[in-house]
């Protein structure tokens, strides 16, 4: 078993040991977005490529990667020289696969616009700040039979049910079904980009439900909606479309919202001084989801297509190659969080961070996502003031779009 209980576990290996996964010899920079055990930790490897190669090309998988925090920022919201309508994963953009209609985060102006402006009112304030009771409730009733037990799994006991059943909340979904969605949303991340193209069927019923029996909620709001569509018609959403944009947007949200909560318990455990801070002033709590955001961000990249050359640093970018921006690097730049991005510091000064991306595509749900861990966080050290991880049963999940842990188990008291 691998041993991932410490934070500064070295990528770079000596050359004896380089057919190992995502290896390295001690002179050669070499990043595998592929791997999962380097992608755990590419802290060290980032800091190299922000100094010594700011512009990376890797001619093993055929990309180029942004490391520094202006590089990866400004190239997210130039929409036009980097696209999405050719996916925004690596292995989707290399794959040339021909994106369904209607993949919103695949998506570029005019046609995302219209789109985003269309389901962004699932996420305003008004309707996210309502769910919070409810979502305490669930907390609650999640970490409540724990006590005592002197053990706590920060994904499996709360971490892959609290978000899902969040978009269960938001959409109306009766509770007894919810379950059964965030099941889907678990096996459609499990199979990457295959699934997450997927027809979104596990919604259909309530679709149907809700055709039949209109409501307050943002299913029936969703259905009912106006809009002026690319070609100047003003129609409602199809079926088809409203089944691929839910499955994005829950899938997308609830299980990046997922790592988010299994890295805060593996980062305050690394970090107790802070984390008993929290415990004695929950009032710190928000900056602290802010900083292990920073910190640990769920996706470590955002691919996109390069729609014509671009120059960085003297080299050309061709028309047609793949770039990766590499958030996990941008957040860590000393440049934007001085002195040393390399320090978790729940009272560092609060600057904007990439995690929720940048521009046209910046996450709609990041206020929902801020809410779920600030709650969750608060709820857990209520209960849980103080854990250990539990190393020999924690897990890494085994996905590359989104990293984190597929386990966190802990001892608690």
Known sequence: RQDWSSERTPVTISA???????????????????????????????????????????????????????????AVIDHDTFISGRGALLEIIKSGMEIPPGTL????????????????????????????????????????????????????????????RVIGMLLGIPEEHQRRVADH??????????????????????????????????????????????TGTVRRLRRDELLMYLTVVATAGAETTTRLIGWAGKTLADYPDQRRELAENPGLIPQAIEEILRWEPPALQIARYVNRDVSYYGQTVPEGSAMLMLVGAANRDHRRFPPDGDVFDIHREQRSHMTFGAGTHFCMGNALARLEGRIALEEILKRFPEWDVDWANAAPSQTAAVRGWQAMPTFVS
């Not at 922000?50 to 400004?74: G, I």
């Not at 609650?140 to 799994?153: I, K, N, T, W, Y």
């Open 16 to 74: 004896e040991n380089s057919d190992l996964p995502g290896a390295s010899t001690v002179d050669e920079l070499y990043y595998d977005p592929y791997s999962v055990e380097l992608n755990m930790n590419p802290y060290p490897v980032f800091a190299r490529m922000r100094e010594e190669a700011p512009l990376y090309y890797n001619d093993k998988h055929d990309f180029y990667a942004l490391s520094r925090f202006d590089d990866v920022n400004k």
């Open 105 to 164: 985060i695949f998506e570029d102006p005019p046609i995302h616009n219209i789109h985003r402006n269309l389901l962004s009112r699932m996420f305003t304030p008004r309707k996210v700040l309502a769910l919070e009771p409810q979502i305490r409730e669930f907390t609650a009733r999640c970490l409540d039979p724990l006590v005592g037990s002197g053990r706590f799994d920060f994904v499996n006991d709360l971490g892959e049910q609290m978000p899902m």
């Open 185 to 230: 949303g678990e096996a459609t991340l499990m199979n990457e980009q295959i699934d997450l193209l997927a027809t979104g069927e596990v919604f259909a019923e309530f679709i149907d439900y809700r055709t039949e029996h209109p409501s307050d909620d943002i299913m029936t709001d969703l259905l009912t909606a106006e809009f002026t569509d690319e």
